[in-house]
């Protein structure tokens, strides 16, 4: 059997990371974990578990992600409630003022979703016929909330340096495995031609 690297990631936190906060490896909170029957008591009950040995709330929910995931009860990407989730980021070498005017414009989504597929910009359409805004905290960041048939999504525009953006989306309440992937790589063209619509590269 091969040995775990200090740093890797088992589902939600990484292996350097719970021995770094908690003083024990992975493998002890699962065996814990296991010992309680955290399978049949559920997500809730195992993490307080986990608190009631000293782990503190963030990374009680994280080590019981990720045992859920080891032990398959929990897909990739799948959250605590069944639904799935997926996000999808880009860095665009302008200010957030200029993507955020770019989501809420209509005459400018209209040129860079041209190359979205057309379920992904019918939803962003819908979202501001709804009512979604673009909403500005300062001029570092901006996010805008809309709903996706059963699916939630959130953009977070994010100042990173100076004429230089993070434009993340983050699709909660997907019905399944197999709908992330496609939604990923709908967001991933959708982002794609927003950065060159901004910059004006292909």
């Given at each position: 059997m091969t040995a775990r690297k200090s740093g890797e990631v088992r589902g939600a936190v990484s292996e350097k990371a719970v021995l770094e906060k908690t003083g024990k490896p992975l493998d002890h909170w699962f065996a814990l974990l296991d010992a309680f029957d955290a399978k049949s008591k559920g997500h809730a009950a195992a993490a307080r578990h986990l608190e009631e040995h000293g782990v503190s709330g963030w990374y009680a929910q994280g080590i019981t992600v990720a045992y859920e995931?080891?032990?398959g009860l929990r897909s990739a990407y799948q959250g605590s409630d069944g639904k799935f989730q997926v996000?999808?980021?880009r860095?665009?070498?302008?200010d957030v003022e200029q993507v955020a005017r770019a989501l809420e414009d209509p005459k400018e989504r209209r040129v860079?979703?041209?190359v979205a597929p057309s379920e992904l910009a019918n939803a962003l359409e819908e979202g501001f016929r709804a009512g979604a805004t673009v909403r500005r905290r300062d001029a570092s960041l901006a996010s805008l909330r809309f709903r996706w048939a059963q699916a939630s999504v959130e953009i977070r525009i994010t100042s990173t340096a100076p004429g230089k953006c993070s434009v993340a989306v983050q699709q909660r309440g997907l019905a399944g495995a197999e709908e992330v992937e496609t939604r990923r790589a709908e967001w991933?063209?959708?982002?794609?031609?927003?950065r060159s619509h901004l910059t004006g590269e292909q």
């Open positions: 995931r080891a032990r996000s999808a980021s860095v665009i070498p302008v860079w979703l041209r991933k063209t959708a982002l794609e031609g927003l």
